[in-house]
């Protein structure tokens, strides 16, 4: 085995237990806030799709993130990195927390379909959502582009993706701050909401200092 096999397979292994504490983290959260305690979302309810949803959303933002830690040498790029990798896995923890408390797959059900009909463009009501990307996602083609570049061009192109990406995940918790019904679930949407409009604030500044100019909205 390689020194870079032997790297890359001693960050998967911390990544699983980092995963599995998060996971225990954000049931205790949810305890501590009363979840649980009296009737549980059901599996087709905004909460419990919203958790399962923009948890999904965020893994993929915090991979791109990651791989901006390992290729990126811009120290602005790489501390935005570090925070939106930081952020979204510990809120990613806490969903899924929530849906095993709530006795909820952490995957399945159809995508989107829990959004308000008049929230978003995407919303799933309506439309057969089977195997479509969440609003702002990258594809498969869109992140192995990605993984080749170096230098300037990989900073700017992680720029406009991680933009396109946030734009998605706001509106998708716009969405559930306004239609969730467990309180701590409105909060945490309200929070990704705000801190993601700051963030693509700023990194539309950052993407203009580079040359670069943003995907359409999604």
Avoid: C, Y
């Avoid at 952490?106 to 009909?117: F, I, K, N, P």
């Amino acid at each position: 085995m390689t020194d870079g096999e032997g790297g890359r397979g001693l960050r998967t292994a911390l990544l699983a237990i980092m995963s599995v504490a998060l996971l225990l983290l954000g049931g205790g959260i949810a305890v501590a806030l009363g979840i649980g305690r009296t009737e549980v979302p059901a599996a087709d309810s905004v909460d419990a799709g919203f958790a399962r949803d923009m948890a999904a959303h965020h893994l993929q933002g915090v991979e791109m993130a990651d791989l901006a830690l390992e290729r990126s040498t811009d120290p602005a790029v790489r501390g935005l990195a570090f925070d939106i990798s930081s952020t979204q896995t510990n809120q990613t923890g806490r969903m899924q927390g929530w849906l095993v408390l709530w006795g909820v797959p952490l995957t399945g059900g159809e995508v989107m379909a829990w959004m308000s009909e008049s929230g978003d463009a995407h919303s799933g009501h309506g439309m057969d959502m089977s195997g479509a990307l969440m609003p702002g996602m990258a594809t498969d083609e869109e992140l192995a582009e990605l993984g080749t570049l170096t230098g300037t061009d990989f900073d700017v192109e992680f720029l406009r993706l991680m933009i396109r990406h946030h734009q998605g995940g706001k509106g998708m918790a716009d969405d559930a701050a306004e239609h969730a019904d467990v309180a701590a679930v409105r909060s945490l949407a309200g929070s990704i909401s705000r801190s993601q409009g700051v963030e693509t604030a700023v990194m539309a500044t950052m993407l203009t200092e580079r040359g670069g100019t943003p995907l359409p909205a999604p």
